[in-house]
């Protein structure tokens, strides 16, 4: 079995390449030598390879990054994605298609709302999630000509690893600094009374390992934990687990609306038994040493 993994030095797909090469998989990895919205350099890929598995994880995956340049980010995340599913028509129409698309395409909900489901309408509210939305439904056209298309609507997961461009890696790695004496002890932050729902990277990765098996039917899957984690709380756990005390300082920069995003996997679970196996306090635990030893050497 072959599989194609775009995206693949990025934070999830330098954990997805090694399992799938665990379950058997002969993996071919791409990353930032490909312009992936270039269809022809995609469809030669494609055609070369013949792949029975194409995970597309490539995307501009910042919400700040996406906000400074919508254009680059629809050219990555929707003309991408667009690629990607027209080479694998042209060139391996018998493949498996897992498109990671965003839970952000759901926008917020109420206070006291319910979890999102998968029939929860999409409203996404910044160039990030729409671009992933439309993606998504791009994906969801091509399935209905018959192509075995797969997309997640991801929460968002964290884990050793990954960049300071997100909420929680910024909070640990702040944190680290402080510790080590490389930043007086005051920690900038944004808005800390969102609640989002996170799960570990290696959570993630199983989810997708598991929906890349053909057993599991076609069609759209939240991958969420269904518990509603406020930033706030999370900063309180990071700054324990590092043993620092530090001032809080709200960065303009970073501050957001309040939002509430949670997710219900309902779906996933019931079509391949997934379920989040590593404890949030056990991520934040990974995640705070990770910056630690990143710092130190740095």
């Not at 791409?30 to 792949?51: I, N, Y």
């Not at 900038?188 to 729902?197: E, I």
């Not at 309040?258 to 997934?274: C, K, N, Y």
Request: overall charge negative.
């Amino acid at each position: 079995m072959r599989a194609w993994v775009t995206g693949a030095g990025g934070f999830v797909g330098r954990h997805l390449v090694p399992r799938l090469a665990s379950r058997g998989f002969e993996v071919r990895a791409t990353d930032l030598e490909l312009d992936v919205a270039d269809l022809e350099a995609v469809s030669a890929v494609v055609e070369e390879l013949a792949p029975d598995l194409i995970v597309h994880l490539a995307a501009i995956s910042s919400i700040p990054d996406a906000a400074r340049d919508p254009a680059r980010a629809y050219s990555v995340n929707f003309l991408g994605t667009r690629s990607v599913l027209e080479a694998a028509a042209r060139h391996a129409p018998g493949a498996r298609v897992l498109l990671v698309c965003s839970a952000d395409a759901y926008g917020s909900a109420p206070p006291g709302g319910a979890p999102f489901d998968e029939a929860t309408p999409l409203r996404p509210g910044s160039p990030y999630a729409r671009t992933k939305a439309a993606a998504e439904l791009l994906g969801g056209a091509y399935a209905d000509r018959g192509m075995d298309v797969v997309r997640t609507r991801s929460f968002n997961h964290t884990g050793p690893g990954q960049g300071p461009n997100f909420v929680l890696p910024s909070f640990a790695k702040q944190a680290a600094e402080i510790a080590a004496g490389r930043r007086e002890p005051r920690l900038r932050v944004g808005n800390l009374d969102s609640v989002r729902d996170f799960l570990d990277v290696r959570d993630v990765v199983e989810a997708y390992v598991r929906l890349a098996d053909r057993q599991a039917p076609t069609g759209v899957y939240n991958v969420a934990s269904g518990r509603g984690v406020r930033i706030g709380d999370a900063l309180e756990s990071i700054l324990r687990t590092a043993g620092v005390p530090a001032e809080i300082e709200v960065d303009a920069g970073r501050f957001r609306p309040t939002d509430i995003a949670v997710g219900d996997a309902t779906r996933l679970r019931e079509a391949t038994g997934w379920e989040p196996r590593v404890a949030f306090e056990d991520t934040l635990r990974a995640l705070v040493e990770d910056w630690q030893v990143r710092v130190s050497a740095s």
